[in-house]
């Protein structure tokens, strides 16, 4: 069950107000937002142990440990066990049977003043449950979407007092938990597209069913996962690299066939001349699909990322119903060869015109936005009696010119009805859609 919203000076009234809460903020990058509110809102001297901001990296590399980057996760954590040592050191004696003690920390890019850089950071807490009681951790990546600085540091402030507040008061289930964190936020200001728990507080935390809940609750368009199910900051993985994303708008694909698809997209992807490093292939699924298809519930999601992990590779889930939303999405993080790789059924869909009614310049402006420089898509061939099942079910059988479909449906025999056949004709011919003919 979720809890009635309440408002931001509330929350942190509430945290000072509780004797037994007591500890250190240090925030790096966007000022001392989160800290601001408890120093405000009146009663922090039952709150606040201690403020600070290393901002000089001389300063902080002195205090925290030296490192190569300074908005990371490992500076977080660097952070977070050097403050909550310390808390214990000068005040488990004095206060320490009486007293929840936590650190919230944060390291932080806000948007800089020529407006190029990327607006990102990490924050989270180590905390106490009970007095004396083993600490528990959450961490958490966000991205920072307003226009300005200081909308920037408005935000991230509002986002430390839910999650301050959330560790204490609205833990009672995972649902809660994470709409705690959107309170008098929204996805156009802040994206959280990596939540890390550990410790007696998130005990019965799954954290695979977790990144799941986090983009169908809408905190993030979309979350990628490592190959071993656990959340990754997106640029870790995807930074300056070869993609390959196979995406299927029939949620429950093959899993063979899923990777015969990607293996061939790889294969073809290497033989291009381009880029030195090895390509990353990535099936993705989207919990908000396009066209009024039923969306993939919560267990059929899983269900795909343990197909992806037994494949031994990443996976990305989002929200994002159209496919254009992905090349903005990929490119925030690489400008090397991005190529998508279909099905020739799902190729199809793509092309229906009735998926980009917001558009003003429908499937073209669409198609359009989807290949950007360097951007190809990729098409697996199908057998004739498969493609007009999936087609039909899909109800855009009409799609297709009558007579034109052969044994095996590929890129180069398919015949789309105009107009869009004289579109999708043009960009088979230009090179931007692309057959696959897999080794027998």
Not at 25 to 53: D, Y
Not at 56 to 77: F, P
Not at 128 to 143: C, E, F, G, K, Y
Request: glycine share 8%; with cysteine.
């Amino acid at each position: 069950m979720i809890a009635e919203k309440v408002d931001t000076h509330s929350k942190a009234l509430a945290i000072n107000l509780d004797s037994a809460i007591y500890g250190t903020f240090a925030e790096i990058g966007a000022g001392q937002e989160v800290a601001r509110w408890f120093l405000q809102v009146g009663g922090a001297a039952g709150t606040v142990a201690k403020t600070m901001s290393a901002y000089d990296m001389k300063v902080s590399d002195a205090i925290y440990g030296g490192g190569s980057r300074y908005v990371s996760r490992e500076r977080l954590l660097a952070m977070l066990e050097h403050e909550y040592r310390l808390l214990l050191e000068r005040l488990d004696e004095p206060r320490g049977a009486d007293t929840r003690f936590f650190v919230f920390a944060d390291t932080v890019a806000a948007r800089n003043y020529a407006g190029t850089n990327e607006c990102h950071g990490w924050m989270g807490m180590r905390f106490q449950t009970s007095a004396r009681s083993a600490p528990s951790d959450i961490l958490l990546h966000v991205n920072m979407l307003d226009p300005t600085n200081l909308e920037q540091q408005k935000a991230l402030g509002l986002l430390g007092v839910n999650l301050v507040h959330g560790c204490y008061f609205r833990r009672a289930g995972v649902e809660d938990f994470l709409a705690a964190l959107q309170d008098e936020l929204s996805l156009e200001r802040i994206e959280i597209d990596v939540v890390e728990s550990r410790g007696p507080a998130f005990e019965e935390v799954d954290g695979a069913r977790l990144g799941v809940r986090m983009v169908t609750a809408g905190l993030a368009r979309a979350v990628l996962f490592r190959e071993d199910g656990t959340l990754v900051q997106p640029s870790d993985l995807l930074r300056k690299r070869p993609l390959v994303l196979e995406r299927s708008l029939f949620a429950r694909a093959d899993a063979e066939l899923e990777a015969r698809m990607l293996e061939a997209a790889v294969r073809r992807l290497q033989d291009e001349a381009g880029s030195e490093r090895e390509p990353l292939a990535i099936p993705e699924l989207s919990v908000v699909p396009a066209g009024g298809r039923e969306a993939p519930d919560e267990e059929e999601a899983l269900r795909r990322l343990g197909r992806a992990l037994s494949l031994r590779r990443p996976m990305l889930l989002t929200r994002y119903p159209e496919a254009y939303h992905l090349t903005h999405y990929l490119r925030r993080y690489t400008r090397e060869p991005l190529r998508f790789v279909f099905g020739v059924a799902t190729l199809v869909q793509i092309f229906q015109a009735a998926h980009y009614a917001d558009l003003i310049g429908g499937v073209l402006e669409a198609t359009g936005r989807l290949l950007a420089e360097n951007v190809r898509l990729y098409v697996y061939p199908m057998e004739e009696a498969t493609f007009r099942r999936l087609l039909e079910q899909a109800g855009i059988a009409a799609m297709v010119e009558e007579g034109s479909l052969e044994e095996w449906v590929t890129a180069e025999s398919i015949r789309l009805a105009p107009p869009v056949g004289h579109l999708y004709d043009y960009l088979r011919e230009a090179g931007w859609i692309v057959g696959l003919h897999p080794e027998k």
